[in-house]
């Protein structure tokens, strides 16, 4: 993305929030608590799986009501399956998480560095998704170099991921 369409974005995303007190830390927190809670889901399966006591089902079932209605404060209009993408693209961070962190205990920290890398590109991806920086209508797989599919250009020497743009706009330290 080049510095001009970002500033651009930036300053969008800047006004809103200035307007409607959009904090993007706060959904950071939420969006990681939402990871907690599909963590906690499955957890609960597994455990009524092993064990055989349906209470554990129960309690699955309360879990996922609360993570309904804190996703739904994320994700509050969807199309298509963008609500079902979001809670996996946060599952799936946190699972590349968890495996990384397993991998570093156990010193193999270039494994480990590609989970924690990969987790990060999947969590870059919900929040271009939350952030509606991509629309998935048509989406067809277009050579790097090119902004957008109407680039006729190619001109970008490095194209700016989503990564970079995630980098920029969420820092979970300012409270």
């Not at 209009?77 to 998480?97: D, P």
């Not at 001109?155 to 700016?160: C, D, G, N, Q």
């Amino acid at each position: 993305m080049p510095d001009k369409n970002f500033d651009s974005l930036y300053k969008k995303i800047e006004d809103l929030k200035a307007k409607k007190g959009f904090d993007l830390s706060l959904d950071e927190d939420l969006s990681i608590a939402v990871m907690n809670l599909v963590s906690l889901e499955e957890h609960f399966f597994f455990t009524a799986q092993k064990t055989q006591k349906s209470e554990y089902l129960d309690l699955l079932n309360e879990v996922r009501e609360i993570r309904k209605t804190m996703l739904r404060k994320l994700i509050d209009s969807h199309e298509g399956e963008t609500w079902c993408i979001s809670k996996h693209l946060l599952a799936a961070t946190m699972r590349l998480m968890e495996v990384g962190t397993k991998l570093q205990t156990e010193k193999r920290d270039q494994e480990a560095q590609e989970m924690f890398s990969n987790s990060y590109k999947v969590y870059s991806l919900f929040w271009a998704l939350r952030l509606k920086l991509v629309d998935l209508r048509g989406a067809k797989l277009i050579d790097d170099t090119k902004l957008n599919v109407h680039d006729k250009d190619a001109s970008l020497s490095k194209p700016m991921k989503y990564e970079d743009i995630v980098n920029k706009l969420i820092d979970c330290c300012n409270e």
